[in-house]
């Protein structure tokens, strides 16, 4: 006689619950004592599929029963005086519904004074010249105010796992190095960037761009797509193909495109070989978007 199947784990439904305060936050994210792993997806909101990767990577990482928070908080102190706190987008009902959708069961969106109770923070990190090439060059102090935001947020959410895209990558170089030098007990898990199907990385500041500015963005992706394709020819090949698209490209106005050791994040010298990061960074209209790949340069 066939013996009854087991029956199968239904799957669960996860509720996510909305907190600004981090006592609440607390309560919802350890409701008891159950030890089982937990993660953290931080995000400044206005969510999109690639937030959506991001939470569900934590998802699968602790399983149906693990704890998935997602913080939302726009952190003055990673924004330069010109740039664009004010105007960054604010869409938290929609972000909380995403986050649940994706897997979250609690989502973190404190005000700046639950954050900083005491004002700007007098003790702060800084991210070094890690923190300083780059985007850092473009804007100074930026990782500074990255990692005191993420070391604080580490602090109150308390995870095994925190996953960082690969979008930003030198955001999520410099906040594992941060884990590394000063022992902070949790995993950093690095999510590959999300695309649409022309290329264009995801991103919150897309939404500022109009058609036209769209279209000239794809000049980035394709940039570091014909870099890539170069990989096997070495650096001086990857640099000059990608070069090249960009060349051509009209409306784009290039910071920096550049071959990274992503380890120290320092330039990669010409005969480097290994994983390196192709990446670019430009102002499309009045829109400052970053993207980069992966690659294994020989
Ligand atoms: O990548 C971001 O959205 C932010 O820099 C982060 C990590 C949430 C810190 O504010």
Do not use: C
């Amino acid at each position: 006689m066939a013996r009854p199947k087991p029956a199968a784990k239904a799957p669960k439904v996860h509720q996510a619950q909305l907190t600004h305060t981090v006592a609440d936050f607390e309560a919802a994210f350890w409701p008891d004592e159950s030890p089982v792993d937990n993660a953290v997806v931080m995000t400044m909101g206005a969510l999109h599929e690639g937030h959506a990767a991001l939470i569900r990577a934590a998802r699968r990482e602790v399983g149906r029963d693990g704890r998935v928070a997602v913080t939302v908080f726009v952190n003055p102190l990673q924004f330069g005086p010109s740039e664009d706190l004010d105007r960054y987008p604010r869409t938290l009902e929609a972000d909380v519904a995403l986050a649940q959708e994706a897997g979250a069961d609690v989502v973190f969106a404190p005000s700046a004074e639950e954050v900083y109770p005491n004002g700007t923070p007098v003790v702060s990190l800084s991210a070094g010249p890690m923190g300083e090439r780059f985007e850092g060059a473009s804007r100074p102090g930026h990782f500074d105010g990255v990692l005191t935001v993420v070391a604080k947020l580490l602090h109150i959410t308390d995870p095994d796992y925190a996953f960082f895209g690969e979008k930003d990558a030198q955001q999520l170089a410099i906040i594992q190095r941060m884990v590394a030098d000063l022992d902070f007990d949790v995993e950093v898990v690095g999510v590959p960037t999300v695309r649409e199907a022309d290329g264009l990385a995801l991103s919150s500041r897309n939404r500022y761009l109009s058609e036209g500015d769209r279209e000239q963005a794809l000049a980035l992706s394709r940039a570091l797509f014909a870099g890539r394709d170069a990989a096997a020819r070495g650096p001086k090949a990857v640099r000059e193909a990608a070069a090249r698209v960009l060349d051509d490209a009209a409306g784009v106005h290039l910071d920096y495109l550049a071959l990274i050791d992503p380890h120290d994040f320092v330039e990669a010298p010409d005969d480097f070989q290994g994983e390196a990061v192709l990446a670019v960074a430009a102002k499309v209209g009045s829109t400052r978007l970053i993207d980069n790949v992966r690659l294994q340069v020989r």
